[in-house]
């Protein structure tokens, strides 16, 4: 339980740490608007997945075993795609690391559509969270729980950050979103193999 637990919030902590609509969103609010008026936009995630969750579970639940299994080494690809992509993003000169500029939203119910038309929670969902999610329920609903919660709460979490870092250190200055980035990476890669072994197995 603790392992799903600990994958769920590695893989949080490598999308909340990526470049994208959201974290675009993030920049743009926190120079509008400032630190305390962004932070209820880290709750986004929480509202806007929910009805992706719910829609893609009830599409993988009627798919044969073998099925949730080619999902699986399907999602183990994209997240090794996803640490490639990070990797080269890592090697970029510092000073190529820039967030797009957007007009800044005012409202969670914003961030909430900007999460929404973002293709990332369908990918997660999909081939990497909706895959582990259902084969952790049949064995213990608990486990499936725990690998939410290590999701969702990292997920906040780090965007919760996030948000502060934009408002005070400028995101830790180049240097420091680096770093986070060749985290990113080295974590995806990880998750990505794991992913790869778990589908695998369901074909031994």
């Not at 993988?60 to 090794?80: D, H």
Request: aromatic residues 10%; glycine residues 10%; hydrophobic residues 60%.
């Amino acid at each position: 339980m603790f392992g799903l637990f600990l994958f769920g919030a590695g893989f949080a902590f490598a999308a909340a740490v990526q470049p994208g609509p959201l974290q675009a969103f993030l920049l743009s609010k926190v120079a509008d608007k400032g630190v305390k008026a962004t932070l209820p936009a880290a709750l986004a995630p929480l509202i806007s997945d929910g009805p992706i969750a719910i829609l893609v579970l009830f599409v993988l639940k009627s798919l044969p075993q073998r099925m949730g299994g080619f999902l699986q080494i399907a999602g183990g690809l994209l997240l090794l795609y996803l640490a490639c992509a990070a990797f080269r993003q890592w090697l970029k000169p510092p000073g190529a690391l820039r967030e797009g500029e957007r007009p800044a939203p005012h409202t969670l119910l914003q961030a909430v559509a900007v999460n929404i038309l973002n293709p990332n929670p369908y990918l997660g969902w999909s081939l990497v969270l909706g895959p582990r999610v259902l084969s952790a329920w049949s064995r213990s609903p608990a486990a499936a729980v725990a690998l939410i919660c290590g999701f969702y709460g990292t997920m906040v979490i780090m965007l919760a950050l996030t948000i502060v870092a934009f408002g005070t250190a400028r995101f830790l200055g180049a240097r420091g979103r680096r770093m986070l980035i060749l985290v990113s990476a080295l974590l995806l890669a990880a998750l990505g193999i794991l992913q790869l072994a778990s589908g695998l197995n369901l074909f031994g």
